[in-house]
């Protein structure tokens, strides 16, 4: 097994390399990509790998910087950098579907791991709290009093699956 590991690892690093390679000596090719990509891209890297030697650990980390470059990305296009005093809190939810993804990629027993739903929404309530509180979301704000039932329905959805990915 860990010779396949190795050889996953080298192509990914060759392909890597290959496109930064690329990307020096023909920029005009790539003018139009912004910088958050190579963010994401390294984040991609992380959940191809993870796909590919069935080692969910990578995924969490995989999810996470390209959650990050994915917000990154939006922070660059509509330069509302400001957002972060809010937007942090979608970080608990990259981790959550990391979760997920480690456990539905486990070698051994692969499964639905519910505790990645709490997690996501864990950070939607946050992101509502804190993106109501500091500004607007996307150029509205929430009230936080009337959307309280949505945390409540997401919580009955988290239960629901767990229910039924249970074993018996």
Known sequence: MEKRHGVVWGILLILLGGFFLVTRLMPELFGYVYWPFFIIGVGLVFLLSAVLT????????????????????WQTLTGRWESWSYIWTLIPGFVGLGVIIAGLLDRERPHFDSGGLVL???????FMVFGSAFGALFGFTFDVGTLWPLFLIGIGVITLISAIFRKR
């Open 54 to 73: 069935r080692s969910g650990g990578l995924a969490i980390p995989g999810c996470i910087v390209s959650g990050i470059g994915g917000i990154l990305y």
């Open 120 to 126: 996501m929404a864990i950070s939607t309530l946050g």
